[in-house]
């Protein structure tokens, strides 16, 4: 069972080989080595862009207006059953959103206000990490993190992964009927129907995005309480408001690193 | 050899008859399943996963255990355990069959399986679980088999099957390891998140997969002239009772750090388990019946003078301990990490009927394998005493 000195020496330098590339890092967490650098925060590629959202809830935005926008366009199903439902967009009360930070003593305002809660699009997405099939992965030119709907096993690793319960399972046949279609909703015939079996989430509208438009739910604000843009600009908009204004994301100790700020 | 598994007594085809039929009613509700979707089952947007995965992790640690046969036997030469090592390897064999039938149950797109040899994902654990588990299955196919052979010719094993055998020990303690990683890997998961989950994974395997192999030796006295001899199963029981307590000693440790640190996250999984979150206790009784057998099948171990001549005893010892590791394990384990979900809700799982048949009808094709792989076995075994 000796090991001799040669077979020593060349896992010696194999290891050393791979700590030296980083190759274990890579391994572990894809993506993360080209984007290292000192601090929490990962450096961009050059040129790389960053998506990320303000969602300012001091403003008296119609926050339903964009929850629709976003669902009818995407034909996200009305499922009431709540084990079942569905969802890309939604409102959840303080203490589900920033759970640990709320108190007994929060103001009543904030303690009745229903914030708006998406994917995060992390930086360090836990949900690409654990997926086994690639069907979740993050777009290295902009950050978004995608789906793919037809690569997708429907493990719900990823549900177990994501610390936000940003994402949502097709227990059941989707596709809109008349179970489904409520309210005088119709069915949006651009966007691809969706299947059974797999897991879905909001997408920051990349459909849209790569036309150069904004995401749904963004151009359905009247007041400018969600504002979209490129987090790697220092110039965009978004960048200019985080400067000014006082800004916190959910779970930063979790390391995903998500490009929702919220102010409250 | 395998022809073997073709004849037997008319209770072995009783047995077999009754496995077949709850096999049957399994299919029948799989096929439901496949055509409508996992909707049919009880989980949730809260609880992805459920019985399936739950007894996916029980079953790898029933499979694992194979090992304490195993590496006794070939690394220290201990000869006890060369009668029944076949019948741990075969035990392993049926174990991570289940194993991987309960995983394509789980799955939202079964016909997709494959994706994930297609696009190999070396950052998801999934995707090395799926390595060890078929692996470990090989490995186990080709040494139990191989044995066997050579114990029906009464030669000794060729010597290129040792690197397999061999291979097979750390393999062993990877596939639980591995699968220990599927659920200590996750952010946000405070129940989950816990480096002492593979050790405890481990001493859990190695305590409930041998108990479930002495009972199997004491039903095969009974049934045929085979007999694994007093000292086997004494040192089997010996292996049992110290890995129990060492489980036991784990869990405690995690219950010191959640309560002692104080820190919310950490606590409401365990007050979930073991007395009920915003009057959500739907595990409790589970949680605490399964504290009650494990503790008392310890002490009885550790007290009650004989025991491991008494065969009745025994049996039932072992029972209680396997009954409540498979709670612990096979419920408590997976359903506690849902609860509360990120969004800090606590939302109950209750299985559904055909989600209830599947698991059966995936246990009764195990126990389908096992009977028929211990069939050939022990024909075998009968011939050479005559
Ligand atoms: S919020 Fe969840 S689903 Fe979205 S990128 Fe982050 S980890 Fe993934
Ligand atoms: S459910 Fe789909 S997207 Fe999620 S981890 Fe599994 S394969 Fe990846």
Redesign the pocket.
Request: include cysteine; glycine fraction near 6%; charged fraction near 10%.
């Given at each position: 069972m000796a090991i001799d000195r040669r077979d020593f020496l060349k896992v010696a330098g194999l290891t050393t080989v791979i700590g030296l590339t980083g190759g274990g890092l890579e391994l572990l967490r894809p993506g993360d080595l080209d984007a290292s650098a000192p601090g929490h925060e990962p450096a961009a590629a050059p040129g790389a862009k960053q998506w990320g959202m303000l969602v300012d809830m001091s403003r008296k935005e119609n926050w339903q207006a964009c929850i629709e926008a976003c669902h009818n366009l995407h034909n996200v199903p009305s499922i009431d059953d709540k084990k079942e439902e569905i969802k890309w967009i939604w409102q959840a009360p303080f203490q589900e959103v920033f759970p640990g930070s709320e108190s007994a003593y929060m103001s009543d305002v904030m303690k009745a206000r229903q914030f708006m809660v998406l994917?995060?699009?992390?930086a360090e997405?836990?949900?690409?990490r654990v997926c086994p099939t690639k069907a979740t992965f993050k777009r290295p030119e902009d950050g978004i993190?995608m789906m793919d709907m037809h690569r997708c096993i429907g493990c719900r690793f990823?549900m177990a992964?994501?610390?936000?319960g940003?994402?949502s399972f097709n227990w059941r046949e989707p596709r809109l009927d008349a179970l489904t279609l409520k309210g005088g909703r119709k069915i949006n015939l651009e966007y691809p129907t969706r299947e059974r079996g797999v897991v879905e989430?909001c997408t920051f509208c990349a459909e849209r995005v790569d036309e150069g438009k904004q995401p749904a739910c963004v151009e359905a604000t009247r007041n400018g309480g969600l504002v979209f843009g490129d987090l790697n600009d220092p110039h965009s908009e978004i960048r200019q408001l985080l400067r000014v204004k006082s800004t916190i994301r959910r779970k930063p100790e979790v390391g995903?690193n998500?490009s929702i700020f919220y102010v409250v | 050899m395998i022809e073997r598994a073709l004849t037997g007594s008319s209770r072995y085809y009783g047995w077999m008859t009754l496995l077949g039929g709850l096999i049957g009613l399994g299919v029948i509700s799989y096929a439901y399943q496949y055509n409508t979707g996992l909707g049919i089952t009880g989980m949730s947007r809260d609880v992805s996963w459920g019985l399936y995965i739950s007894q996916f992790t029980f079953l790898v640690g029933v499979a694992a255990s194979a090992v304490m046969l195993v590496l006794p036997y070939y690394l220290h030469n201990y000869k006890t355990f060369g009668k029944i090592v076949v019948l741990g390897e075969f035990l392993a064999i049926a174990s991570v069959t289940m194993c991987l039938l309960f995983i394509l149950a789980d799955l939202g797109k079964p016909m997709r399986a494959l994706n994930v040899i297609l696009h190999p994902t070396p950052n998801s654990i999934l995707f090395w679980d799926m390595v060890v588990l078929n692996g470990y299955l090989f490995l186990n196919v080709l040494c139990g088999w191989v044995a066997l052979l050579s114990e029906k010719k009464e030669v000794p094993p060729p010597k290129w099957i040792k690197p397999f055998i061999y291979l097979s020990i750390p393999w062993a303690v990877s596939i639980h390891t591995v699968t220990a990683f599927l659920y200590a890997g996750l952010p946000g998961r405070h129940f989950w998140l816990t480096a002492i989950m593979a050790p405890r994974f481990l001493a859990s395997a190695f305590a409930g997969g041998p108990a479930l192999l002495i009972i199997l030796c004491l039903i095969v006295k009974r049934v045929s002239k085979f007999d694994a001899g007093k000292e086997a199963i004494s040192k089997l029981t010996t292996i049992v009772t110290y890995a129990a307590l060492l489980n036991i000693f784990f869990v405690l440790l995690e219950v010191f750090t959640a309560f002692y640190s104080n820190i919310p996250g950490h606590m409401h999984t365990l007050q979930y388990l073991f007395a009920g979150l915003h009057g959500h206790a739907q595990l409790v009784p589970w949680m605490w019946t399964s504290t009650i057998l494990g503790v008392g099948a310890i002490l009885a171990l550790l007290t009650v003078p004989g025991l491991r001549e008494k065969e009745g005893l025994l049996a039932l010892t072992c029972g209680a301990l396997f009954i409540s590791l498979w709670i612990d394990k096979g419920l408590g384990l997976v359903l506690g990490g849902f609860v509360p979900s990120p969004m800090e809700a606590v939302t109950e799982y209750h299985p559904s009927a055909p989600e209830i048949l599947i698991t059966i009808g995936i246990w009764s094709i195990g126990f389908f394998i096992l009977s028929a792989l211990y069939r050939v076995a022990i024909s075998i075994k009968e011939e050479k005493m005559v």
């Open positions: 994917c995060n699009h992390c997405p836990a949900c690409v993190v990823c992964g994501c610390p936000y940003a994402r989430k995903t998500p | -």
